[in-house]
Each structure stands twice: as structure tokens, then as C-alpha cells.
């Protein structure tokens, strides 16, 4: 849908150089550049490194979910031919810091073989060194653990739920406005129901995987991250050595969808166990343990109660989540949340509570919050328009929030409304009937259409980021992003080009390790505008030190034009009253005897933006579900998505993104869930014989549109991000859709056929 | 992972040599074995390779016009093999709607026979399971049994067969011929797997230790039904995933009656699950809906869950049952459809476009 992104932009940024434009290279569909490099098997993923002298090492995974190891057969282990070493509580070398500690709140607490207690199965509780992989796998077997094993908390029934005032990080976990109860008498339509999603793991297509080696003090690491460079200061911490002491390389990560962020155990583990033998030491998780120590989507039970009035507004809107977490650590699931921004109410109220079980710590998952809020809150509000005998999307503009339902705040940026026309319009949605089971395709099978609405917030962190412009005219940009298969080597490289102002052959752009500037995180769906930033800032601050040097060169067809008169492109500099006059990069660089010029630059949103807007990325999604009525089988047959998020740095790559969000709601709605044994905790189902996620039969038509929009708020390149908002609002999307094909309302996920068998 | 010894005999009598050794397992596609010896499931202490011996990768018609598939025939060789499709199309049908392109260019047909149930107590050497370790017990009790059996279960064992291939096989009435070192047997595919029984007995392939599996033998008398059969299967995903259930339909139709009629099921017990009540129900029956009906009836009339969370699928296997003969009976298609077994796959003549295609009616 190129024809739909706003042609380059005619906007002269207001960031503190007026030499450089966005809208040359960004903004154009390029095809992703490591493409060729990956489909080849040239691209090397950090278990493709192979140091000289590495060592293969494999943690083991509890097999209970409480209680305590009460031996481990290290004799036998280190008896297998090729076993080197084995860690164990007894024998684990000391760390500098307590990995249940929590020197900030964000700070998750890590299994890193602290004692012998059991707190989730897959937790890791011993580790075994070896010359190859086998011998190491073999060795972890031959420890054959004993337990002295306490009876699992896997449920509400005998899990601890308790009071909390933080859900997600660092979000208050209570927002009240209005008078929810005094909304819900007056209305004139009550909904009121319950919603459950179940534990999901990210199970990206790489799973965790680290090669570690000391050198002295330094601590070289090839692992996939989401933080090349801020991940360096919480690896050193553990080891009591400065953070430029470590090194992470982290050039292609395959997924990691907030999995990839943190510190996790077995990373420790794989860094001690290098330091125990004085050999680099490769560790790759098994499937299976991508199940417990890295992180998960908490299960949620959520209750929503809709008040609408009789014109179908809402007079209230109450959404609570009781979210899962584990029995040592506090990270909740910030479901409610997402009720905060979506539509008008003038009475409101979000609200969590915590269960403990003996789970591993969750954590961020693609949308965490936003995706299992948002669907119950479009399920809900699906079953307020029926209340109300309104169509879905008539209900959802009728309470379409103006202003920030949350903060009263005006939006940044809101085209939601041309989100739900264009999405509606390329669906096909009007004429839809009222009623469920009205349609039915040539083949008898029931035909449904539901819709939702998308939201995600547009965050910004903080990123730093380093432009040259070398005496060939050639331009280099440094920053330490990740590319994890969103595209942000491509993406992020045209920002660099255009802040250069040179074309895109002309770029070398150096991503994905810790010694290059900070690129900050990639997450939250903020990676793009925040490295993006200070990609764009970095090369408009080297244009302006050549410019100055251009102007004051009496020898220059620029000389005497004020410092703003001037404007770079191409790989020139050009005199913005007179255009024909005009020098390259290099004749400027030659003439002063320069070998190069380097500007810096930061990104992070703008305090004063952020206090009077709210900022968030808009969509909406449409779904058509077929039922075949007797087996109840069910398949999405079409999903068309049209979002609103600022700019589109590169329309092929965002669109790739929202419709991999949108593949996701569909394995979320249908798919993904955990099994647990009621009794060990253990979970049953992990591998992707019996984790499903969709296939391609799953998916045969998704469309993602993009819809224009022009955000002068959210950041000075208008860029506002697209890496998760595709999951929200499909979810309920398909739910209404199978309602409206069945009649039945699904309300717990994700949805089993015997749901709809009857 | 265990240390091993590999041997690669040359021969089919060397292999059963090799085979006969106490710690012994055959290698042929390896998309089985490798998982499990992965997982700690399997340890043997000997890997017989027979992947590359010669004489059991062909397919051949017999003189009683039998098709005899040997038993390193890859699935997707006998998916597109014109003889079995001609013959047997429900048999290249389930073989299709089964695993990804990738596992059928590398599983065998001899493999898929000896294929581990999916139970994933019995995939975790943690847990206790009588068919991993006879005598042990049995954790899927108490656990997650929603994909257990409903037929054929004992206290020892509910877990279910998960092949495709076997269903139409057995509803065919093939037979496995089997090597030994004291010489050959042949037993019929839907009674290769026993039941499970008393006392921690799980059952198991009727293969004793050093056999291997040469073929796998449909009778000339499969084809009367090639007009008229057809394999549905049921799952959460539209693909690459195991039955929930299917069933095998094979009939015989002549003016108006059924002649002949052949129908298993899959996913209900520890082996597929062949209908002789429902064939005979059907024999000389109109082939209607009730008739259809009163067969998956009789199909199901022993059926019981093993578990409250498998319940449906008595219903559920009962309504699959009657699609699959309902299906059969309009005719085998002259395509295999692009979505083997679905019950997405077009059953009309015009292929049904992505676009909204429907006509709004009131039900």
C-alpha cells in the first residue's frame, strides 16, 4: 500500500539543523538488506561462533515446580568421556551481585544456581561442561537430579493473590475516574463478563543461545539482545568489572519479542562457566528451555463491566485483571491498562491484582498488556454493541475518544478514524448483519465477521548514535540497534542516509554491537524512533561542522552564506538562494585537509511533548472467521488491518511488521497456550509439536494498510513505531467474528472446539 | 544424548544381525527416532541404519494386483505415486494432511508404522509411563488428556496412535510384512499395534525385538473402492498438527447401495481404529445420511472418554465419521485438494474465491 504513505515530506525539521531532510531514502519500500545475506545462511547468529578452544555447555532444567534439589550425580557426570566441568550450587563461582536482588525496579530477579530451592520448573539448577554438545547433553542426564518436591501452585485456588500498585514496569496498577459504579447504574446497557488467556511463551525462531569468553577482565559475549550496549552495564554488575569491559556482539537476532532484553540465568551461567574453565563456553537453550527462565506472557483472568446509555455510549467502563506472575518476583501482566486510552468514558476504572504460582518470572511478551487487555476489552465492547443493537464499529465511533480518555491530554497524532473507513471500506463491511449466524459461504459453512480496534502507546528511550563523513564523500553511522527480523538495519539505515544527506549506496551503517554508541533498546516498539533519532540528529550534526567549514572557505562556491543557507543532498552541499551552486563532501574535505568530519546526536522524546500529549499509534482490524458448523473448525479466512503510526520509514517492512502482529493475534485468538501438569507445574506442551503457532494454512489472506499521518509532536521525524500494535485488536477481532458466525461467545482463549461443538 | 555405536549393514540379512543386538534401534527416516533419543526417550545403544539398504524403497503392483509399498518408501513418494493414488487416493490423502512438506520427504513408511504415540507424558522421561517403561504407571493420569483415547483404553494407557497413514491403511485392510531372523510374518496394520490391557500394560507395535518392517501390502480389493474414499482429520490448526480425529471412508456404491463399505478412524485409540460394525451397518445400505448416521453410531457405540477433558471427542468423532462418509460417497475428487482432508477443502466444483463470496441467508 506504498500509494497510501504521505510522498516525501516537505517538513524542514525542527532539531537543530536545517541542512538535512528525511524523505530521500526513508520512506521508500527498499527490500530489507540483511535479505540476501540471511536466505544464503551467511548472516551468523551468535551460535554460529566458534572461538578457538570453546567448550559446549547445557544447563539443566528442574523438573519440579517447588521444592529443593537433593542430589545431583556430579560423579557420574563428570565420569562421561568429555565432560570438563559441572556447576552446581556447591561449586558455582561468586558473582558480585545477589541475582535476587533488585537494584532497580525493572530489574527482574535471575536463576543462576544461588542454592538448591526449586521455584519453577525449567528453572536451571545445575550445568554441564563439555568438549562437545552430546557429551554435555549427556552429562546433564547423568546428573539425574533428586528433589525433596512440595506440591505445585499452578491455580487460583492454590496460588497467593495479592495487592499491588505497580502491573507491567513500573505502570500503577489503579486508575480510577468518574463514578464507575453511579455509570453503571444509570446505564441503560450492562455487560459484565469474565476473560481468560493463558500463559504464552516467545519462543522465538532462535532460541537464547551465548558464546562467552574472558579475556583478563573483559568479558567478550556473541549472544542475540535487544540492548547491545545497555545490556553491558547489567552483565558487569553481576561480575563486579566495569561495563566497558564487556563486549556484546549481537549482529542478527532471530526474534526475540521482549524475551531478549534482560539478564537471564543461563546467560550468567554460560558467563561463569567460560570464567570456570578459561575457555570460551557456548550455550544454546533446547526448545524446551525457552519454557521457564527467559520470560513469558503471564496468564490473565480479566472482568470487564460496560455501562452503555441507550444512544450507545458509554457511561462506564470498569476492566480488572488478576495476572499471574511467580512466587519470587513481581512482574504482572498490565492487562487493564489497555482500556486506559482506547475509547471515551466518563467513568472509569482499571484495577490488578496479582496470583502467585509456581511459574517462572513472565515478563515483556510483543504487546505485553496490550494484547491480552485489549482482548477482552474488544471482545467486551463487541458484546455491548449486541447489547446495545448497534454495529460493532457504529458502538466503537460513538465512543471514540477525542481527547485522551486517560490524561484529558490532546492526542499527538489520532487517525483512527481514517483507520476504521479504510480498513471497513477494503473489507467489505457494510451490510454486515446485525444478528450472528446470518452468513454462510457456497459450502454451507457459517461465515462471521467481527472487528477491533488497535492501540499502542509510542514510547521513546534513550539512544546515542555516531555520523562520518569520510574524504571520499562516503558516509558511516554507528549505533548500537538490533536488528532481531524487524527490518532495523534497513529502516534505520535510511534515516541514516537521509541525516547525512547522501543516497544510500554511500552509507556504511555499523548496528549490533556494545562498543558503538548506545542505540538503546529495541522494544516497546520505540526503536525506530529512538535510534532513528539519533541516527538523523548524528548526521545533521556532521552536515553542520562541514557546512561551517564549507561557508567560511573563501575557495568554496558556498562561501558567505550564513550557516542555515545552506541545504545537503546527494552527497552536497547546496546554497539554498541558489541552488546551481553547489560542492561535494569531498572537494570540502580536500580543501581543508580533513581525512573526515563526525557529528553525535541523541534521541528521546521531547519532556515537554510528553507532558501535554498523549502519544500512541491507532488501528483497526477486521476479521472474518468460517466455522464449519458440524466439527467446528474453525479458520480465519480474511484479515485486513489499517493503522496510523506517524511516519512509515519503510512501507514494505512496517507493513511486513503489522502483519506479523496481526499472524500473532491469530495463533493468540486459536493457538498459543500452555499446557501445565497440575501437579509437577511442568509444562507438557513445550515444543512446537504442541505449542502451536499459525501456519500458513492459518493465515491465507492478511492485509495490512497503512494510513497517513502526521505526527509533529511525538518526535522531530514524526516516527512513532509499528513492532506490536498488529496483535491488538485482533484478538477480538476473531472472537466477535466467531460470535458472529456461531453465536456463541468465546471468552477464554485460546478457543478449543469443544467451546463451539455444543 | 547417549554414545552409540552406528552400522550401516549392507544387506537386509546383515540389518536383522545387527538389529538383533539387546540395545538395538532401526534407523530409517530418523524424523521419529532422532526426536526422541533427543528427548531421552529412547537411549539405544545401537543404531541400525537401514535407510540406504536396497530393495524396500520401491513401490510395485503384484500379479493379484496388490501394491506393495516397501518399507523405505518415503511419505511423499507414496503421496504422488500414480499406482496409490489410482488405488488408494484416501491413503495419499491422510499421507498429505500429515506433518510439513519437509517431514514427508524424509519419513518412511515403515517409520510412520512404528511412530510413537504424541503423549507427552510418554515424551517425558520424567514422568511415569507404562508404555515408555512397562510396570512404571501412568502420569498423563490426573494430567492433560484432552487428545486421549475414547476406544480401546485401559487404566494402564489412553494415549492415542497418531498417524495419518495407518487410518486409510487399516481401513483398507493392509497388512505389514515383517522380517526376522527365523523368517517372515505378515500382520494386518490395524492389529499391528495391540491395546493396552492390564496391569501397566500399555501394548505396543507387534514387532519383537530384531524384526524390521519390509513392507506394507494393500490388497488387490482396495481399489473397488477408489471412487468413493476420502480421509478428514480434525485439528486446532488447519495444518501441521496431529488429529484431534479423522476417519477413513471407503465405499463401494452400485445403483443406488452400498456394496461394500471400509471406515476407521484415527486419534481414538492406541492404533486405528477399523470399524467392522459400521462396514457392516453400511453393506447394502442407500448411502444417505441416515445410514451414515446409524454406521458413526456403531463405530462409537463402545466409546467411552478416558478423561473429562476428552469427552468430545466421542461427538466429535462420531460427526467425523458421518463428513467422512457423506465426503466419500459424493465421490473422490479428482484433485487432491490444496488443503488435504481439510474441511476447508472445496467440495464443490467451483473452488470457492478469498473474497466475500457468500450470499447472506437466513438460516
Same mark, same amino acid.
Given at each position: 500500500m506504498t500509494d497510501m504513505i504521505e510522498p516525501v515530506s516537505p517538513d524542514t525539521l525542527a532539531n537543530g539543523s536545517a541542512h538535512v531532510r528525511l524523505g530521500s531514502n526513508a520512506g521508500q519500500p527498499l527490500t530489507r538488506a540483511d535479505g540476501r545475506l540471511k536466505v544464503t545462511g551467511r548472516a551468523t547468529f551468535a551460535a554460529d561462533n566458534r572461538p578457538d578452544g570453546m567448550l559446549y555447555a547445557v544447563y539443566v532444567s528442574a523438573t519440579i515446580a517447588r521444592g529443593r534439589v537433593t542430589h545431583l550425580d556430579v560423579d557420574a557426570a563428570k565420569a562421561h568421556p568429555g565432560v570438563v566441568e559441572v556447576m552446581t550450587p556447591a561449586n558455582r563461582p561468586p558473582l558480585?551481585?545477589?541475582?535476587?536482588?533488585?537494584?532497580?525496579?525493572?530489574?527482574?530477579?535471575?536463576?543462576?544456581?544461588?542454592?538448591?530451592?526449586?521455584?519453577?520448573?525449567?528453572?536451571?539448577?545445575?550445568?554441564?561442561?563439555?568438549?562437545?554438545?552430546?557429551?554435555?547433553?549427556?552429562?546433564?542426564?547423568?546428573?539425574?537430579?533428586?528433589?525433596?518436591?512440595?506440591?505445585?501452585?499452578?491455580d487460583e485456588a492454590t496460588g497467593e493473590i495479592f495487592a499491588t500498585e505497580i502491573a507491567g514496569f513500573g505502570n500503577p496498577a489503579l486508575f480510577e475516574k468518574g463514578d464507575v459504579e453511579a455509570g453503571l447504574a444509570a446505564a441503560a446497557r450492562r455487560v459484565e463478563a469474565r476473560y481468560t488467556t493463558p500463559a504464552q511463551y516467545h519462543n522465538a525462531m532462535e532460541p537464547h543461545a551465548i558464546v562467552a569468553a574472558w579475556e583478563g577482565d573483559r568479558l567478550i559475549l556473541d549472544m542475540p539482545t535487544q540492548a547491545p550496549a545497555l545490556s553491558t552495564a547489567e552483565f558487569a554488575s553481576f561480575f563486579g568489572i566495569p561495563p566497558q569491559n564487556v563486549l556484546v556482539r549481537s549482529p542478527f537476532i532471530g526474534g526475540g519479542f521482549g524475551s531478549k532484553a534482560f539478564a537471564t540465568g543461563p546467560y550468567l551461567l554460560a558467563m561463569l562457566a567460560a570464567r570456570m574453565v578459561g575457555r570460551p563456553v557456548k550455550m544454546v537453550h533446547r526448545r524446551d528451555q525457552q519454557f521457564g527462565p527467559v520470560g513469558h506472557r503471564g496468564a490473565t483472568r480479566q472482568t470487564l463491566r460496560l455501562g452503555a446509555a441507550a444512544d450507545g455510549r458509554l457511561t462506564a467502563l470498569d476492566h480488572t485483571a488478576l495476572s499471574t506472575t511467580s512466587s519470587f518476583d513481581d512482574f504482572l501482566e498490565p492487562a487493564a491498562n489497555a482500556s486506559h486510552?482506547?475509547?471515551?468514558?466518563?467513568?472509569?476504572?482499571?484495577?490488578?491484582?496479582?496470583?502467585?504460582?509456581?511459574?517462572?518470572?513472565?515478563?515483556?511478551?510483543?504487546?505485553?498488556?496490550?494484547?491480552?487487555?485489549?482482548?477482552?476489552?474488544?471482545?467486551?465492547?463487541?458484546?455491548?454493541?449486541?447489547?446495545c443493537g448497534m454495529d460493532p464499529l457504529a458502538f466503537r465511533l460513538a465512543n471514540y475518544a477525542e481527547t485522551d480518555p486517560q490524561t484529558g491530554r490532546p492526542?499527538?497524532?489520532?487517525?483512527?478514524?481514517?483507520?476504521?473507513?479504510?480498513?471497513?471500506?477494503?473489507?467489505?463491511?457494510?451490510?454486515?448483519?446485525?444478528?450472528?449466524?446470518?452468513?454462510?459461504?457456497?459450502?454451507?459453512?457459517?461465515?462471521?465477521?467481527?472487528?477491533?480496534?488497535?492501540?499502542?502507546?509510542?514510547?521513546?528511550?534513550?539512544?546515542?548514535?555516531?555520523?562520518?563523513?569520510?574524504?571520499?564523500?562516503?558516509?558511516?553511522?554507528?549505533?548500537?540497534?538490533?536488528?532481531?527480523?524487524?527490518?532495523?538495519?534497513?529502516?534505520?539505515?535510511?534515516?541514516?542516509?537521509?541525516?547525512?544527506?547522501?543516497?544510500?549506496?554511500?552509507?556504511?551503517?555499523?548496528?549490533?554491537?556494545?562498543?558503538?554508541?548506545?542505540?538503546?533498546?529495541?522494544?516497546?516498539?520505540?526503536?525506530?524512533?529512538?535510534?532513528?533519532?539519533?541516527?538523523?540528529?548524528?548526521?545533521?550534526?556532521?552536515?553542520?561542522?562541514?557546512?561551517?567549514?564549507a561557508v567560511a572557505d573563501e575557495a568554496s562556491p558556498l562561501f558567505g552564506a550564513s550557516n542555515s543557507g545552506v541545504e545537503a543532498r546527494g552527497g552536497r552541499l547546496h546554497r539554498v538562494d541558489d541552488p546551481s551552486r553547489s560542492e561535494t563532501y569531498a572537494a570540502i574535505l580536500s580543501r581543508a585537509g580533513l581525512s573526515s568530519v563526525t557529528g553525535e546526536g541523541k534521541g528521546a522524546r521531547d519532556p515537554a511533548a510528553a507532558e501535554s500529549r498523549a502519544m500512541f499509534s491507532h488501528g483497526a482490524v477486521f476479521a472474518e472467521?468460517?466455522? =464449519?458448523?458440524?466439527?467446528?473448525?474453525?479458520?480465519?479466512?480474511?484479515?485486513?488491518?489499517?493503522?496510523?503510526?506517524?511516519?512509515?520509514?519503510?512501507?514494505?517492512?512496517?507493513?511486513?511488521?503489522?502483519?506479523?502482529?496481526?499472524?500473532?493475534?491469530?495463533?493468540?485468538?486459536?493457538?498459543?497456550?500452555?499446557?501445565?501438569?497440575?501437579?509437577?507445574?511442568?509444562?507438557?506442551?513445550?515444543?512446537?509439536?504442541?505449542?502451536?503457532?499459525?501456519?500458513?494454512?492459518?493465515?491465507?489472506?492478511?492485509?495490512?494498510?497503512?494510513?497517513?499521518?502526521?505526527?509533529?509532536?511525538?518526535?522531530?521525524?514524526?516516527?512513532?513505531?509499528?513492532?506490536?500494535?498488529?496483535?491488538?485488536?485482533?484478538?477480538?477481532?476473531?472472537?466477535?467474528?466467531?460470535?458472529?458466525?456461531?453465536?456463541?461467545?468465546?471468552?477464554?482463549f485460546p478457543v478449543k472446539m469443544e467451546t463451539l461443538l455444543g | 544424548?547417549?554414545?552409540?555405536?552406528?552400522?550401516?549393514?549392507?544387506?537386509?540379512?546383515?540389518?536383522?544381525?545387527?538389529?538383533?543386538?539387546?540395545?538395538?534401534?532401526?534407523?530409517?527416516?530418523?524424523?521419529?527416532?532422532?526426536?526422541?533419543?533427543?528427548?531421552?526417550?529412547?537411549?539405544?545403544?545401537?543404531?541400525?541404519?537401514?535407510?540406504?539398504?536396497?530393495?524396500?524403497?520401491?513401490?510395485?503392483?503384484?500379479?493379484?494386483?496388490?501394491?506393495?509399498?516397501?518399507?523405505?518408501?518415503?511419505?511423499?513418494?507414496?503421496?504422488?505415486?500414480?499406482?496409490?493414488?489410482?488405488?488408494a487416493p484416501a491413503v495419499a490423502e491422510a499421507v498429505l494432511a500429515g506433518a510439513s512438506a519437509q517431514l514427508r520427504n524424509k519419513a518412511s513408511v515403515g517409520g510412520n508404522l512404528l511412530q510413537a504415540t504424541r503423549c507427552a507424558y510418554f515424551g517425558d522421561p520424567a514422568s511415569a509411563c507404562n508404555r515408555r517403561v512397562p510396570g512404571s504407571g501412568c502420569d498423563a493420569k490426573g494430567g492433560d488428556r484432552r487428545g486421549h483415547a475414547v476406544l480401546g483404553w485401559s487404566d494402564a494407557c489412553s494415549a492415542t496412535n497418531p498417524s495419518d497413514l495407518l487410518v486409510p491403511l487399516a481401513a483398507l485392510g493392509a497388512v505389514v510384512e515383517i522380517?526376522?531372523?527365523?523368517?517372515?510374518?505378515?500382520?494386518?496394520?490395524?492389529?499391528?499395534?495391540?491395546?493396552?490391557?492390564?496391569?501397566?500394560?500399555?501394548?505396543?507395535?507387534?514387532?519383537?525385538?530384531?524384526?524390521?518392517?519390509?513392507?506394507?501390502?494393500?490388497?488387490?480389493?482396495?481399489?473397488?473402492?477408489?471412487?468413493?474414499?476420502?480421509?478428514?482429520?480434525?485439528?486446532?490448526?488447519?495444518?501441521?498438527?496431529?488429529?484431534?480425529?479423522?476417519?477413513?471412508?471407503?465405499?463401494?456404491?452400485?445403483?443406488?447401495?452400498?456394496?461394500?463399505?471400509?471406515?476407521?478412524?484415527?486419534?481414538?485409540?492406541?492404533?486405528?481404529?477399523?470399524?467392522?460394525?459400521?462396514?457392516?451397518?453400511?453393506?447394502?445400505?442407500?448411502? =444417505?445420511?441416515?445410514?451414515?448416521?446409524?454406521?458413526?453410531?456403531?463405530?462409537?457405540?463402545?466409546?467411552?472418554?478416558?478423561?473429562? =477433558?476428552?469427552?468430545?471427542?466421542?461427538?466429535?468423532?462420531?460427526?467425523?465419521?458421518?463428513?467422512?462418509?457423506t465426503l466419500a460417497a459424493k465421490g473422490t475428487p479428482e484433485r487432491m485438494p490444496a488443503l488435504p482432508a481439510s474441511v476447508f477443502a472445496p467440495t464443490l466444483s467451483a473452488p470457492s474465491p478469498s473474497a466475500p463470496s457468500f450470499q447472506g441467508t437466513a438460516r
Amino acid at each position: 500500500m506504498t500509494d497510501m504513505i504521505e510522498p516525501v515530506s516537505p517538513d524542514t525539521l525542527a532539531n537543530g539543523s536545517a541542512h538535512v531532510r528525511l524523505g530521500s531514502n526513508a520512506g521508500q519500500p527498499l527490500t530489507r538488506a540483511d535479505g540476501r545475506l540471511k536466505v544464503t545462511g551467511r548472516a551468523t547468529f551468535a551460535a554460529d561462533n566458534r572461538p578457538d578452544g570453546m567448550l559446549y555447555a547445557v544447563y539443566v532444567s528442574a523438573t519440579i515446580a517447588r521444592g529443593r534439589v537433593t542430589h545431583l550425580d556430579v560423579d557420574a557426570a563428570k565420569a562421561h568421556p568429555g565432560v570438563v566441568e559441572v556447576m552446581t550450587p556447591a561449586n558455582r563461582p561468586p558473582l558480585a551481585r545477589d541475582p535476587d536482588a533488585k537494584p532497580h525496579p525493572f530489574a527482574l530477579k535471575v536463576d543462576a544456581l544461588q542454592n538448591d530451592r526449586v521455584r519453577y520448573a525449567g528453572q536451571p539448577i545445575a550445568l554441564v561442561i563439555a568438549e562437545t554438545l552430546e557429551a554435555a547433553a549427556e552429562g546433564a542426564v547423568l546428573l539425574a537430579p533428586a528433589y525433596a518436591a512440595e506440591p505445585a501452585r499452578m491455580d487460583e485456588a492454590t496460588g497467593e493473590i495479592f495487592a499491588t500498585e505497580i502491573a507491567g514496569f513500573g505502570n500503577p496498577a489503579l486508575f480510577e475516574k468518574g463514578d464507575v459504579e453511579a455509570g453503571l447504574a444509570a446505564a441503560a446497557r450492562r455487560v459484565e463478563a469474565r476473560y481468560t488467556t493463558p500463559a504464552q511463551y516467545h519462543n522465538a525462531m532462535e532460541p537464547h543461545a551465548i558464546v562467552a569468553a574472558w579475556e583478563g577482565d573483559r568479558l567478550i559475549l556473541d549472544m542475540p539482545t535487544q540492548a547491545p550496549a545497555l545490556s553491558t552495564a547489567e552483565f558487569a554488575s553481576f561480575f563486579g568489572i566495569p561495563p566497558q569491559n564487556v563486549l556484546v556482539r549481537s549482529p542478527f537476532i532471530g526474534g526475540g519479542f521482549g524475551s531478549k532484553a534482560f539478564a537471564t540465568g543461563p546467560y550468567l551461567l554460560a558467563m561463569l562457566a567460560a570464567r570456570m574453565v578459561g575457555r570460551p563456553v557456548k550455550m544454546v537453550h533446547r526448545r524446551d528451555q525457552q519454557f521457564g527462565p527467559v520470560g513469558h506472557r503471564g496468564a490473565t483472568r480479566q472482568t470487564l463491566r460496560l455501562g452503555a446509555a441507550a444512544d450507545g455510549r458509554l457511561t462506564a467502563l470498569d476492566h480488572t485483571a488478576l495476572s499471574t506472575t511467580s512466587s519470587f518476583d513481581d512482574f504482572l501482566e498490565p492487562a487493564a491498562n489497555a482500556s486506559h486510552n482506547m475509547y471515551a468514558s466518563p467513568a472509569m476504572r482499571m484495577a490488578h491484582q496479582g496470583l502467585r504460582n509456581d511459574v517462572g518470572t513472565p515478563g515483556a511478551m510483543r504487546a505485553p498488556g496490550e494484547a491480552t487487555g485489549s482482548a477482552a476489552l474488544e471482545c467486551a465492547m463487541d458484546e455491548a454493541a449486541e447489547a446495545c443493537g448497534m454495529d460493532p464499529l457504529a458502538f466503537r465511533l460513538a465512543n471514540y475518544a477525542e481527547t485522551d480518555p486517560q490524561t484529558g491530554r490532546p492526542f499527538s497524532s489520532k487517525a483512527l478514524r481514517e483507520c476504521y473507513t479504510a480498513a471497513a471500506e477494503r473489507f467489505g463491511w457494510s451490510g454486515r448483519p446485525l444478528a450472528p449466524r446470518q452468513m454462510r459461504d457456497d459450502e454451507g459453512r457459517l461465515v462471521g465477521w467481527g472487528m477491533g480496534s488497535a492501540l499502542f502507546p509510542c514510547p521513546m528511550f534513550e539512544a546515542e548514535a555516531r555520523a562520518t563523513i569520510h574524504a571520499d564523500g562516503t558516509g558511516t553511522v554507528e549505533i548500537s540497534a538490533s536488528e532481531m527480523g524487524q527490518g532495523a538495519l534497513t529502516a534505520l539505515a535510511q534515516i541514516a542516509a537521509d541525516g547525512l544527506g547522501i543516497d544510500g549506496d554511500r552509507l556504511d551503517f555499523r548496528s549490533g554491537d556494545s562498543s558503538l554508541p548506545n542505540g538503546g533498546i529495541a522494544g516497546g516498539s520505540g526503536h525506530t524512533a529512538t535510534a532513528g533519532s539519533a541516527i538523523f540528529t548524528a548526521g545533521a550534526d556532521a552536515v553542520r561542522r562541514l557546512a561551517e567549514i564549507a561557508v567560511a572557505d573563501e575557495a568554496s562556491p558556498l562561501f558567505g552564506a550564513s550557516n542555515s543557507g545552506v541545504e545537503a543532498r546527494g552527497g552536497r552541499l547546496h546554497r539554498v538562494d541558489d541552488p546551481s551552486r553547489s560542492e561535494t563532501y569531498a572537494a570540502i574535505l580536500s580543501r581543508a585537509g580533513l581525512s573526515s568530519v563526525t557529528g553525535e546526536g541523541k534521541g528521546a522524546r521531547d519532556p515537554a511533548a510528553a507532558e501535554s500529549r498523549a502519544m500512541f499509534s491507532h488501528g483497526a482490524v477486521f476479521a472474518e472467521v468460517t466455522v =464449519d458448523p458440524d466439527l467446528a473448525q474453525i479458520r480465519v479466512t480474511r484479515l485486513v488491518g489499517a493503522f496510523a503510526a506517524g511516519r512509515i520509514v519503510n512501507p514494505r517492512l512496517a507493513t511486513s511488521q503489522l502483519t506479523g502482529g496481526m499472524i500473532w493475534g491469530i495463533g493468540f485468538a486459536l493457538h498459543e497456550e500452555t499446557v501445565y501438569d497440575p501437579r509437577t507445574g511442568r509444562p507438557m506442551n513445550a515444543d512446537f509439536a504442541g505449542y502451536h503457532v499459525p501456519v500458513n494454512a492459518d493465515v491465507p489472506s492478511v492485509e495490512a494498510l497503512l494510513v497517513e499521518e502526521t505526527d509533529r509532536h511525538v518526535n522531530a521525524l514524526g516516527i512513532k513505531g509499528v513492532g506490536e500494535i498488529g496483535i491488538t485488536g485482533t484478538v477480538g477481532a476473531i472472537a466477535n467474528a466467531l460470535w458472529h458466525a456461531t453465536g456463541v461467545r468465546v471468552r477464554d482463549f485460546p478457543v478449543k472446539m469443544e467451546t463451539l461443538l455444543g | 544424548m547417549n554414545l552409540f555405536d552406528y552400522v550401516r549393514p549392507a544387506t537386509l540379512g546383515e540389518a536383522l544381525g545387527a538389529a538383533a543386538h539387546p540395545g538395538a534401534a532401526v534407523l530409517a527416516g530418523g524424523t521419529n527416532l532422532v526426536d526422541l533419543m533427543k528427548a531421552g526417550v529412547a537411549r539405544p545403544e545401537r543404531i541400525v541404519d537401514i535407510s540406504r539398504l536396497p530393495g524396500l524403497s520401491e513401490i510395485e503392483t503384484l500379479e493379484d494386483g496388490a501394491i506393495r509399498i516397501g518399507a523405505l518408501v518415503g511419505n511423499a513418494a507414496l503421496a504422488r505415486h500414480p499406482a496409490v493414488k489410482a488405488a488408494a487416493p484416501a491413503v495419499a490423502e491422510a499421507v498429505l494432511a500429515g506433518a510439513s512438506a519437509q517431514l514427508r520427504n524424509k519419513a518412511s513408511v515403515g517409520g510412520n508404522l512404528l511412530q510413537a504415540t504424541r503423549c507427552a507424558y510418554f515424551g517425558d522421561p520424567a514422568s511415569a509411563c507404562n508404555r515408555r517403561v512397562p510396570g512404571s504407571g501412568c502420569d498423563a493420569k490426573g494430567g492433560d488428556r484432552r487428545g486421549h483415547a475414547v476406544l480401546g483404553w485401559s487404566d494402564a494407557c489412553s494415549a492415542t496412535n497418531p498417524s495419518d497413514l495407518l487410518v486409510p491403511l487399516a481401513a483398507l485392510g493392509a497388512v505389514v510384512e515383517i522380517a526376522g531372523q527365523d523368517g517372515t510374518r505378515e500382520v494386518p496394520v490395524a492389529e499391528f499395534h495391540t491395546l493396552p490391557g492390564a496391569d501397566g500394560d500399555a501394548g505396543g507395535p507387534q514387532l519383537r525385538h530384531g524384526e524390521i518392517v519390509t513392507a506394507v501390502r494393500l490388497p488387490a480389493d482396495a481399489a473397488r473402492f477408489a471412487a468413493a474414499s476420502r480421509y478428514v482429520k480434525v485439528r486446532e490448526r488447519t495444518s501441521f498438527a496431529f488429529a484431534l480425529v479423522s476417519a477413513a471412508a471407503a465405499l463401494d456404491i452400485e445403483d443406488g447401495t452400498i456394496r461394500a463399505a471400509r471406515l476407521a478412524l484415527g486419534g481414538v485409540a492406541a492404533r486405528p481404529w477399523r470399524a467392522a460394525e459400521a462396514e457392516a451397518a453400511l453393506t447394502g445400505k442407500a448411502p =444417505d445420511a441416515a445410514a451414515f448416521q446409524a454406521a458413526a453410531e456403531a463405530a462409537m457405540a463402545q466409546a467411552r472418554p478416558s478423561a473429562e =477433558d476428552n469427552a468430545f471427542k466421542i461427538a466429535l468423532a462420531l460427526r467425523v465419521a458421518v463428513r467422512a462418509l457423506t465426503l466419500a460417497a459424493k465421490g473422490t475428487p479428482e484433485r487432491m485438494p490444496a488443503l488435504p482432508a481439510s474441511v476447508f477443502a472445496p467440495t464443490l466444483s467451483a473452488p470457492s474465491p478469498s473474497a466475500p463470496s457468500f450470499q447472506g441467508t437466513a438460516r
